[in-house]
């Protein structure tokens, strides 16, 4: 199985501490991967067990200790998209492509927020007129 980025990045600490496990930068790296990687971790877990809450929270955790983490905003847009926060969702897709401005996930979930606070402000026009969009 291929490692992602994240991935090989918590490998390459891990190597890193064995190397030279007296080293406090490498320590303090180390515990704030793992701390990051234990949240995106209990994020997805909490995510697939559809427990959007509690996954944004979790995924909120992991951008404090690594604030440039695309994926974590990402993924934090996911589940205030199921939670019906689209404006938050939003923010959180534009922090995340703040970071990679061509990061197609962040896009998508941005779009189809945005096609959410769309609908739910053009609704009242649709009920009286649905002849509206044409």
């Not at 697939?48 to 909120?60: D, L, W």
């Given at each position: 199985m291929a490692l992602g980025r994240f991935d090989h990045a918590v490998s390459s600490i891990d190597k890193a501490r064995i190397i030279d496990p007296g080293n406090t930068e490498v320590i303090t790296m180390?515990?704030?991967v793992?701390?990051?990687?234990?949240a995106r971790s209990l994020g997805n877990e909490l995510f697939n067990s559809g427990k959007?809450?509690?996954a944004c929270v979790a995924y909120g955790e992991g951008l404090k200790q690594h604030p440039?983490?695309?994926v974590l905003y990402c993924n934090r847009a996911a589940c205030r998209f199921k939670l019906e926060q689209w404006e938050?969702?939003?923010?959180?897709?534009?922090?995340?492509l703040k970071i990679q401005p061509n990061y197609t996930k962040a896009l998508l979930r941005?779009?189809?927020s945005y096609g959410k606070v769309?609908?739910?402000v053009l609704q009242p026009f649709l009920f009286f007129n649905?002849?509206?969009?044409i």
């Amino acid at each position: 199985m291929a490692l992602g980025r994240f991935d090989h990045a918590v490998s390459s600490i891990d190597k890193a501490r064995i190397i030279d496990p007296g080293n406090t930068e490498v320590i303090t790296m180390h515990n704030k991967v793992k701390s990051v990687a234990r949240a995106r971790s209990l994020g997805n877990e909490l995510f697939n067990s559809g427990k959007f809450s509690e996954a944004c929270v979790a995924y909120g955790e992991g951008l404090k200790q690594h604030p440039v983490n695309k994926v974590l905003y990402c993924n934090r847009a996911a589940c205030r998209f199921k939670l019906e926060q689209w404006e938050k969702s939003i923010e959180d897709c534009n922090e995340a492509l703040k970071i990679q401005p061509n990061y197609t996930k962040a896009l998508l979930r941005r779009a189809a927020s945005y096609g959410k606070v769309a609908y739910f402000v053009l609704q009242p026009f649709l009920f009286f007129n649905p002849f509206f969009l044409i």
